[in-house]
């Protein structure tokens, strides 16, 4: 039993700690026989009922990382947090040695394409562990917007007497699925900018939203009776994922006998794609099957300055200034401009009546995509043809860039589609995933519109 020596008089604390000196000494002195405690020492410990003793150091071993088997119990998480769940350890494939994260797309494309005649099977044991554990899903995609694509691919097929469309399909696992989200990180212009990323979302969520700023009385010792209650006024943001899905052609012959080319092209092609439409969605978005864009919010026409015409950089300054005057912060670490890349090329080569350069003064020191001291993330799919000369394009200021939230359901599913590319020895890789889009504080940002080039 542990003594607790902050409770013991300063005479017996003495005592006891002359003992273990004694035995400590005698142990230094590699003596065989037992260390005994002296005598008037062991009266002592006799009368309160204590045992001193001494233990050898635990000596540690090194643990080989390849034989340790961590415990089961170790690994439940159960009653930790809301929604906790047990985190499972990752699949290694005996045969060939790999872990999850080693997950090749191209390997499962052609087990379900060629079955056993794909001729890298010895080289797939972790793709064919993957796709049995996931059952091969069916043979129907669980995306909705896949579902009516196939819906329309299957009616045509009938009429050709063809057979069925899907030869199966997987989710890419959690290992590889990260990987691929860090690329379309550097891809796409929100994630990019920073904003308030939500990973493995659910179907529909709702977030705090704050709206109208609480009244401050001073009504002195005696408080008035009609002093009125502040309302904060605070609404919801509800986020509701949509699927977006797109297809990468692949020929038949390098699944065969280019894998590693394969895999790379497929991923980079679907992070490409997906990047590309993410950010059109999320900046003109309909909202009829797919996220609302930022440019369509009907919340943000109080914050939008109209009519602009050629922009120039008196009507950036007076977008700052616009939110700072409700009390917003424009800072480099935070704000940014969102823009046409033609826009851009613009601000750069914007001169005064002395045609000097207004931007720059030297070429070659030209600031990498800033203006006004600000970032700037331009996108091809910022529309620049929205009427007739008058309201050609927009752009946009975000003062915060955490008021735009993105909600993101957190799998890629992947359905192989046999039948589309056929003629051409081409098989498709339909990819899809499901992300919603939404702000959470209109006052941080400022659109300007009717921009044009001329």
């Known amino acids: 039993m542990a003594l607790d020596l902050t409770k013991m008089t300063a005479e017996d604390r003495e005592v006891l700690q002359e003992g273990a000196r004694s035995i400590l000494a005698q142990y230094k002195s590699g003596q065989s026989v037992e260390p005994k405690v002296p005598e008037d020492v062991q009266k002592w410990l006799d009368e309160q009922g204590i045992t001193l003793e001494a233990k050898k150091p635990t000596q540690l071993a090194a643990a080989d990382p390849q034989q340790s088997v961590p415990n089961p119990d170790d690994l439940k998480l159960d009653g930790v947090g809301p929604q906790a769940k047990p985190k499972a350890p990752e699949i290694i494939h005996e045969g060939t040695k790999r872990e999850m994260k080693d997950f090749k797309i191209a390997h499962a494309i052609g087990i379900l394409t060629l079955g056993a005649d794909y001729p890298h099977l010895a080289d797939a ?258 529309r620049t043809d929205l009427g007739a000369g008058s309201d050609e394009s927009r752009m946009m200021l975000v003062g915060n860039v955490k008021s735009i939230m993105l909600a993101d359901g957190g799998e890629t599913e992947i359905t192989i589609l046999k039948e589309l590319y056929r003629l051409q020895f081409k098989i498709g890789v339909l990819a899809g995933k499901e992300i919603d889009f939404g702000i959470q504080r209109e006052e941080e940002l400022q659109f300007l519109t009717g921009l044009t080039t001329s």
């Open 125 to 382: 044991g972790l793709e064919i562990e993957v796709l049995r554990s996931q059952k091969a899903r069916s043979r129907e995609p669980q995306n909705e917007e896949m579902k009516g694509l196939l819906a329309q691919r299957q009616a045509q097929l009938k009429d050709l007497n063809l057979g069925s469309e899907v030869a199966g399909g997987f989710f890419i696992p959690h290992e590889v699925h990260a990987e691929m989200i860090e690329k379309l990180r550097g891809q796409e212009i929100f994630m990019r900018m920073g904003v308030d990323y939500l990973p493995n979302s659910p179907k529909t969520q709702e977030w705090p939203k704050e709206g109208a700023s609480p009244t401050v009385y001073w009504p002195g010792d005696t408080p008035p009776s009609d002093l009125t209650t502040s309302d904060m006024d605070y609404g919801d943001v509800t986020l509701t994922l949509h699927e977006m899905a797109c297809v990468v052609p692949v020929r038949l012959n390098l699944i065969k006998h280019a894998v590693g080319n394969v895999e790379n092209r497929v991923r980079n092609t679907i992070v490409k794609e997906m990047a590309l439409e993410q950010t059109k969605v999320g900046l003109r978005g309909t909202g009829s099957k797919q996220p609302l864009g930022l440019f369509n919010a009907p919340t943000m026409s109080s914050y939008t300055t109209a009519s602009v015409g050629v922009p120039t950089f008196d009507d950036l300054l007076d977008a700052m200034n616009q939110i700072r005057r409700r009390d917003g912060v424009v800072d480099p670490s935070q704000s940014a401009w969102v823009m046409h890349v033609d826009y851009l090329n613009i601000f750069q080569k914007a001169k005064t009546g002395t045609a000097e350069y207004s931007y720059i003064t030297d070429l070659t020191d030209m600031p990498p995509d800033r203006v006004l001291g600000l970032p700037v993330y331009t996108s091809s799919k910022i």
